[in-house]
C-alpha cells in the first residue's frame, strides 16, 4: 500500500457524521441508490460485522448484460439478455420468485470485452418501472404486472440511430452510446424525467412528465457518452447535470435552458462517470481529462463553471467516484487501477491502494466503503481519509461489470450468469 501524508485526521466515527442523516430508504431504487451518491445511511442495519462467507438468501439463473439490479417495495428488477431479446424481470426481493418478465428490444451484438445485452440499470418510482435498451427503446411499466404505460424510441422519435461498433458510419465516432449500446440512465424530479436521448439533432436531454410521457423540453446537441443524469440545486437553481460524449453541462429543469457548459473531450467519447455533487460542486472523470472539480455560480443573468482544481493523473477508466464527507474515493489510472483517496477540497490524493483490476464500482454503507471489482470479488474497508482498512474481502459473483443494490443487510449482485441476494448483515 503506498499510504501519503495526509493534511488532516478523520476516524471513521468522524466520517460517518458527514453521510446522510435520513435516505429516503433502506433501499436502491435506482442507479446508485435512493440519492444516486452511491452512498446510503441504514440505522437498522449497522454492519458491525460483515461475514467473510454471507449467507446465499437465494440464486437465479440470468443472462448477459452489464446493467445494475434495483430494489424497492421488497421488488427486484434486473435486465439480461434472453433469447435474442432484452428483458425485464421483476422478483420477489425476499424469496427470488419471479413475479413478472417483460421482454423490452431485440439484443444487438458488440464486439468488445463486455460481452451482450443491456447496460442501462432501471429506475424504480412508486408504482412505476423505467427501462432502457442498449438500442435506444425507452419504456415505463407497471411495477406490479410490466405491462407497458409509456415509451419512446430515441431512432423513431429523436433521430439518434443506434449505430453498433462495427459501424462504417464516420457519425459512430463522434459517439459512445450509439456505438457501444445506450447505457446512461434516466432521472427523476418530481414529476419529470430527465431521458439522456442522445440524438446531435437538438435533443442531446429530453425530459418527460413521468406520468404521461408528454415531452415538456429537449435540450442540446450532443451525443451521449455513458454517464448518467444528475439532478441538483446549483446556485439556487434547480438543473439536470449531464456528462455527454463532449461536454458537461447543466440545464434548467423547468425549462430546458442550458445555463452553462463546460467542452470535454475525449478521443473515444468515453466519459464513463456519473457526476458527482457537492454543494455548488460538480466533479466528473474520465481516461483523458483525469479527475476535475468545477464551481458552478451565477452572477447576475450570467453562468460560470469554473475550475476548482485538477488531478490530471486520477484518469479513471470506467467507475464514478463517491463522495464520504469531504473524502473521495475514487479509481486511478490503467487497466491494473488503485483505489484512491482525494480530499474534495484540494484534490490532493490522500492515499492509493493497489489492486483493484480494470474496473471497481464504489458504495458507502453507513460507515463501510465497498468495493466490487470485476473478478466479482467484494472488499468491505472501514471509512477512513488515514489509509485504507480493510475489513473482509470474499467471491461475491462471478465476472461482472454491474453495480451491486442493498436493501435492509441484504446485498443483490449480478453477473452474466445468475443473480443472487447475499446477507451481509442481521
Not at 273 to 278: A, D, F, L, Q
Not at 344 to 349: I, L, R
Request: hydrophobic share 40%; proline share 6%.
Amino acid at each position: 500500500m503506498n499510504r501519503l501524508p495526509s493534511p488532516r485526521l478523520a476516524t471513521a466515527a468522524a466520517l460517518a457524521l458527514f453521510l446522510p442523516l435520513a435516505s429516503r430508504s433502506a433501499e436502491w431504487p435506482q442507479w446508485r441508490g435512493p440519492n444516486r451518491t452511491g452512498v446510503l445511511s441504514d440505522p437498522a442495519h449497522p454492519l458491525s460485522k460483515i461475514p467473510a462467507e454471507p449467507k446465499v438468501l437465494w440464486k437465479i439463473d440470468a443472462g448477459d448484460g452489464q446493467a445494475s439490479p434495483v430494489v424497492s417495495q421488497g421488488k427486484l428488477v434486473f435486465l439480461d439478455a434472453q433469447n435474442g431479446q432484452e428483458t425485464v424481470h421483476c422478483l420477489d426481493a425476499t424469496s427470488g420468485k419471479t413475479l413478472w418478465t417483460v421482454p423490452l428490444a431485440p439484443t444487438v451484438q458488440f464486439q468488445n470485452n463486455y460481452g451482450d445485452g443491456p447496460r442501462c440499470t432501471p429506475l424504480i418510482d412508486g408504482q412505476k418501472v423505467y427501462v432502457q435498451s442498449a438500442s435506444g427503446e425507452f419504456r415505463c411499466l407497471a411495477l406490479q404486472d410490466g405491462k407497458t404505460l409509456w415509451r419512446t424510441n430515441f431512432e423513431k422519435d429523436y433521430g439518434a440511430t443506434f449505430l453498433g461498433n462495427s459501424s462504417k458510419d464516420p457519425e459512430a465516432k463522434e459517439t459512445a452510446s450509439r456505438r457501444h449500446g445506450n447505457n446512461g440512465s434516466a432521472a427523476i424530479d418530481g414529476d419529470r424525467i430527465f431521458v439522456p436521448v442522445g440524438s446531435p439533432k437538438g435533443a442531446t436531454l429530453v425530459c418527460f412528465d413521468k406520468n404521461s410521457c408528454k415531452e415538456l423540453w429537449r435540450a442540446g446537441n450532443d451525443n451521449t457518452a455513458y454517464a448518467s443524469v444528475m439532478v441538483a440545486t446549483l446556485a439556487g437553481t434547480r438543473q439536470a447535470i449531464h456528462f455527454t460524449a463532449d461536454a458537461l453541462m447543466g440545464v434548467d429543469a423547468g425549462s430546458g435552458q442550458i445555463l452553462w457548459r463546460v467542452p470535454l473531450k475525449t478521443g473515444a467519447k468515453r466519459h464513463v462517470c456519473t457526476p458527482v455533487i457537492s454543494g455548488d460542486h460538480v466533479v466528473v472523470a474520465s481516461t483523458s481529462i483525469g479527475t476535475l472539480n468545477f464551481k458552478i455560480s451565477k452572477s447576475g443573468s450570467e453562468w460560470k463553471a469554473e475550475q476548482a482544481w485538477a488531478a490530471p493523473k486520477v484518469q479513471t477508466v470506467i467507475g464514478t467516484p463517491v463522495l464520504a464527507g469531504d473524502f473521495l474515493y475514487t479509481l486511478g489510472a490503467g487497466s491494473r487501477t488503485d483505489l484512491l483517496c482525494l480530499d474534495f477540497k484540494t484534490g490532493n490524493q490522500l492515499w492509493a491502494q493497489p489492486g483493484f483490476g480494470d474496473y471497481a464500482s464504489l458504495t458507502v454503507l453507513n460507515d463501510k466503503l465497498l468495493v466490487l471489482n470485476s473478478t466479482g470479488e467484494l472488499h468491505v474497508a472501514q471509512l477512513s481519509s488515514e489509509g485504507y482498512q480493510p475489513l473482509v474481502q470474499f467471491q461475491a459473483i462471478g465476472k461482472t461489470w454491474a453495480s451491486p443494490a442493498y436493501a435492509n443487510g441484504v446485498l443483490f449482485v449480478k453477473d452474466s450468469t445468475q443473480v443472487a441476494a447475499l446477507q451481509i448483515a442481521p
